[in-house]
C-alpha cells in the first residue's frame, strides 16, 4: 500500500504516482509513503534570521549597517508571525553596549549601530531573535562576530596589552600581560579578579595593582598548552577577555563514519576534517593504513581541511591516518579512525543525476522490518519501509520531489528508535531566483553618477514580485574574504541548520556543481553527521509568545492579596509622537494585554488606569510581565590575538580614510570632536531649572534603573537607594529608632533634595523616603551645587546667617506627577512606566554630486559603503531601479543583490566594475 499525500491534499498527480510506483515494484520489499504535510519537529514552526552587514571590520567611526531577514523555517517564506526584530551588539566583555527594535514588514528590516570611540578594540558579537524563536533554544539565534579597531592606529583603548609568551627557560613557558580595568570601569580601585583558562582548565586569580596603575599578570603554563584564555573582572562585576593560540601549528585530525560507526565487512564513506591550534580548517593530506602496516587509501582535504574516502572494515584491525610532509607530518604521529563494530548498520545516501540513491546495508541477519525517515527543515517528506533481502535495501528518490537544502535520513527499528542518521545537502539552484543586474555603463570615475537595473524572473524567466536589497562596496575596504562571508543563500539553505561555525559559508554556492557537491558532502559529513537542529518533537506548549508589533503586558491582582482580578477596566494612555487611549477589561486570568502604536524612540511613557466593574478608579495592584533578553554565549576563541593579513589590510585601508577626513577637516578649520566637545542632553523645564540654578549633574541614576533594583519588601524610594547605591549616597536614620531616612551624598558636605525643581522645606524631609519608585523619572546628584547658601536658607528660613554653610550639594528627584514632593504620590489605581517600542530609524545619507561645483568639491569623500536600499519591492514586471553617485575611491566596485519572494524562492548574484581617477 502507497499513502501518498502533501499539504495540498492527497492525489499529488499520476506523475507522483507513477515514480513511487515505481519504487515499490523494483524493490518488492520497500513501502514509500510520502508524507510532506507532516511535522516531524517543533523546529519546523520556527523562525530563520539572517542579517546581513556593510562589512566585518569597523573603526571607531563607523556605522555597522545591517538588513533582517526574517523567514518561516519550513518554506522560507517572510515571516508573519512576528513583527520586530530584537539585533544587539555585544562587546568582548560579554556586556550589551548597543540595542535595537527593528520593525519588519513581510519579514524584511534594516537598521544600525554607530560605533563609538569609547569602544574598545576587539570582537564584538551581533546577535538578532524574535520573541518567537527563544521557543526553540539558541541554534535558532543569529550569531555573527565583527572587528572593531581605533581609528587612531597608534591610540586604541585595549584594557588587556602585551599579552604573549616569555620563555623563563628551556621549554618552559610562561603568560604575561598588562591589565588596565579602568578603561572598562573607570571606578575600579581594588585588587582585580582574573581567571586564566588554559585548554579548559580554569585557575583563578587576585591581582594587585602596579605603581603605574597596571595590573601585571604571570602566569605559568603546562607543557603542551594550546589554548590559553584570560578573563578580569572589575569590583562592579565587568567582564573583559582575550584567547591567545599558543601553538597554532599542531594539527587536530577527526575522522567522522557515514552512518556514526564502522561496521566490520561493509563499505562506508568516512569524511574527515583538520584544524589547527585556533580551531580554523586547514589543508592537508597523507594516507590510511592497519594496525598490520597497510597502506588502505590516501586522501586530500579542500583548503578547509574537509574531505572524504571510502573505507571497507576489518573488525580485526584497527585503523589510522600518518599526514604526509607537506601538511606537517612527520611519518610518526598517528591520527586514529573510530573503531571497527562487530555488528551493526551503514545507511548510505549518495547522489545520482536526477535521484538520490538511498542504502541499507547489514552485517547480519535482519528479521523486523526498519525504516528510513527522509525530512527537511522538521518536515517529514518521505517514510520508507523495508525487509531487508540479502542484508541489504537500495532505492532511489527524484530529486525535483525534494526541497533544496539540508535532507536528513533516519534509519530507525521497527520501535521507530533511530539506529543511524545522515545528512546530505540536495542542490536545485533551479528553484531559485534568477537576477540579472545590470548598469547603465561598463565603467566609471569617481563621483560619477550609476543607473543600476535589476530584473528578478523564475527559471522560466516569468517575472517575480520579491523584496529586493542593494549594497554597493569598495571592495578594497572589505577585502577578499568578502566573496566567501555569510550571505542570503548560504545562510538559508546552509549554516542556519548546522551547530557550530561554518567557515566560509558563502564558498560553497560559488563552485562548479561537481565540486560544490564534494566539498558540501564532506561538510555534511564532518559538521552534521550527528548534530541537527531539528531533533526535538512537537510540543503542546511554547513559553514565548509571538510579538507582531511592541505591547506591553501583566496582571492585575488585589490590593491587599495577590489574587488575580478578572474583569478590570484598564485605560491605557500613551505619550509619544501620537497619544493615543486604548481601553480593555482583564481576562478571567487577570490577565491584560495592550498592542503599541508605531513609535520609533528609545521608550514611550505609558499609564494605565485601572477600575473596578462599575468604572470607578480603584487602587488595585498592576504588575508587568518581565522581558529578561536570553543569555549571553560569547565564543572566546574569536578573541584569540591574531589577526590575519585580509583583516590588517582592511583595517590599514579604514584608519588611512579616517585619517584623509580628519587633516582635511583640520585644514578646513571645523571644529573637531575631540577639540571641542559640545554634548548635552535634553532637559524636561523641571530639570533645565535645577541646571540654571544649582548646576550640572554629577550622576544620573534613571527610574528605570531604581525600578530594576526594587524588592518586594522595598517601603520607597530611600530603600531602594540605600542598599544599591552605595558608592555615591549615604542614607541614614534621623531622630532614632523612629526617625525618618535622610541621604546626603558622599563627599559633597551638607545635602539638601529638590523634588521637581521646587526645593523640600526642612520640615517636609520626612515625606522624601516613601516616595514611590514606580513614581520616580530619575534621581540625580549634584555635587557643590551653586548657589547652595541661598538654597538652604529656603529651605531652613530660620537658621542663623552665622549656620548657613558655603558649600554643599543637591539631590535632584524627579518625578513623573512634575509638581513637587506634596504631589509625588502613587495615584488610585495608577501604573506610570516607559516601556521599548521600536528604535528610532536612522538614514543612510549619501552626496548627491549633480552639478559640476559639487563634483568639484575639495572635500573628500571616502565612503566605504558607497550605497545601501535594504528595502527594495519589485515591480509587477520584475524590474527594481536604483541609483546612486560613486565616491572617491577607486578601484574594483562590487553590486551585492539579494532577494526573496513572498513563496520564498532565494536570489543572489553579484556584479562587479572598475572606478577610475
Known sequence: MIGICNSSGCNRGSR???ILASIVFLFCALIVHAQSDQVASSAAFAEKIYLQLDADVYTTDDTIWFKGVVVESASHRPSAVSGVLHVELIGPDEQVVDRKRIRLTDGIGAGGFGVKEQYTQGNYLVR?????????????????????????????????????????????????????????????????????????????????????????????????????????????????????????????????????????????????????????????????????????TSFGSNHLGMGSFTLTADSSVSYYAVLDSSSGGHGTHRYPLPNVVDKGRVLSVTKAAETVEVAVYSNHEEKDSLFVQVSCRGMLYYLIRASLKNQQITTSLPVAEL???????????????????????????????????????????????????????????????????????????????????????????????????????????????????????????????????????PGDTLPFPNEPYPYISGKVGGVLSRKAQAGIGLTLMTFGERQSVIAQNTDSLGRFYFGLADEYTDSLDVLIQSSNKAGKKRNYTLSLDERKPPAITYDQERSVERIDSVVSYVVKKRQERAQREYSYRLSAGEILLDEVLVERRALSPQQQRVFDRYGESDVVISGDAIREREEKWSYGLYSVLLFNFPHDLRIDRVGGSGGYLRASIIGGETTLVVVDGIPVPGHSYEFIPNIPPSEVKSVELIRYAKNFSRLYQEVYPEASPLEVPAVGSVIAIYTHAGNGVYAARKPTGLLQTSVPVYSPTIEFYAPRYESPAAKDSARPDLRTLIHWAPELTAEA????????????????????????????QIGYQELEYMVTD
Do not use: C
Request: charged share 25%; proline share 5%.
Open 16 to 18: 507522483d504516482i507513477a
Open 128 to 296: 538578532a531573535y524574535t520573541e518567537w524563536n527563544r521557543n526553540f533554544g539558541p541554534d535558532f539565534m543569529f550569531q555573527t562576530y565583527v572587528a572593531v579597531f581605533p581609528t587612531n592606529r597608534e591610540i586604541g583603548r585595549n584594557p588587556m596589552t602585551a599579552l604573549h609568551l616569555a620563555e623563563r627557560e628551556p621549554g618552559r613557558y610562561w603568560l604575561q600581560a598588562q591589565l588596565n580595568p579602568t578603561l572598562i570601569d573607570p571606578e575600579h580601585q581594588k585588587q582585580l579578579a582574573v581567571q586564566v583558562t588554559v585548554d579548559g582548565k580554569k585557575d583563578t586569580l587576585s591581582l594587585k595593582s602596579a605603581r603605574n596603575g597596571f595590573y601585571p599578570l604571570e602566569y605559568p603554563l603546562p607543557e603542551g598548552a594550546k589554548i590559553a584564555t584570560v578573563k578580569m573582572e572589575t569590583q562592579h562585576g565587568i567582564r573583559y577577555t582575550k584567547t591567545l593560540a599558543l601553538q597554532e601549528s599542531l594539527l587536530d585530525l577527526q575522522f567522522f563514519a557515514e552512518s556514526g560507526q564502522l561496521v566490520h565487512g561493509l563499505a562506508s564513506k568516512v569524511g574527515f576534517k583538520a584544524v589547527n591550534g585556533l580551531g580554523r580548517g586547514t589543508a592537508v593530506s597523507g594516507v590510511v593504513m592497519d594496525s598490520r602496516g597497510n597502506t588502505l
Open 403 to 537: 526541497p533544496e537544502g539540508i535532507l536528513l535520513f533516519t534509519l530507525m527499528d521497527k520501535d521507530m528508535k533511530p539506529l543511524a542518521e545522515r545528512l546530505f545537502f540536495n542542490q536545485r539552484p533551479s528553484e531559485r531566483l534568477y537576477l540579472a543586474v545590470s548598469t547603465d555603463k561598463a565603467g566609471y570615475r569617481k563621483r560619477d553618477k550609476v543607473d543600476l537595473s535589476i530584473q528578478v524572473a523564475d527559471e522560466k524567466g516569468k517575472p517575480v514580485g520579491a523584496k529586493v536589497s542593494v549594497m554597493v562596496i569598495n571592495k578594497d575596504h572589505v577585502g577578499n574574504a568578502w566573496t566567501v562571508r555569510e550571505n542570503l543563500l548560504s545562510r538559508l539553505l546552509l549554516s542556519s541548520e548546522l551547530r557550530g561555525n561554518v567557515e566560509e559559508p558563502g564558498y560553497y554556492f560559488r563552485q562548479a556543481e561537481e565540486a560544490r557537491f564534494e566539498d558540501l558532502d564532506a561538510l555534511m559529513l564532518t559538521q552534521g553527521w550527528r548534530k541537527y537542529n531539528y531533533d526535538k518533537p
Open 877 to 904: 514586471d520584475g524590474t527594481v531601479k536604483a541609483s546612486y553617485y560613486h565616491s572617491d575611491a577607486v578601484g574594483e566596485t562590487m553590486v551585492v543583490v539579494e532577494a526573496l519572494s513572498p513563496a520564498g
